[in-house]
């Protein structure tokens, strides 16, 4: 038995690409049955139109780890956070599980 897939291969990076990205992953969870669907977002502007383009899906919204650019700072404000969640998103906010691993691996032996 065989199977054929599409890739979607974008000429360049950028927000242009997301609304077509989101429809491709909505094809595909459909088609796996896949209910919960996890989108990394900075600053909650992709998790807002996320959580809009996937009605009736657990959406995860996975902003940077609090403190990455800045001490103490969260990079996606607490208005972005509050209008995700009162759309029905959910955001997680956690540490690296791994944070440091790549770095001590690519001291020791050279590589990442």
Do not use: W
């Amino acid at each position: 038995m065989s199977c054929r897939k599409s890739i979607i291969y974008f000429s360049g990076p950028g927000e242009k690409n997301t609304e077509e990205t989101f429809a491709a992953v909505k094809a595909r969870a459909e088609e796996l049955s896949i209910t919960d669907i996890v989108i990394a977002s900075t600053r909650g502007g992709t998790g807002l139109a996320a959580v809009d383009a996937f009605p009736g899906f657990n959406v995860v919204i996975v902003p940077h780890v609090t403190g990455l650019r800045d001490p103490g700072i969260q990079t996606m404000s607490e208005d972005m956070q509050a209008k995700i969640r009162k759309k029905g998103g959910t955001i997680v906010i956690a540490s690296h599980a791994f944070l440091g691993v790549d770095r001590a691996v690519q001291t020791k032996f050279d590589t990442v």
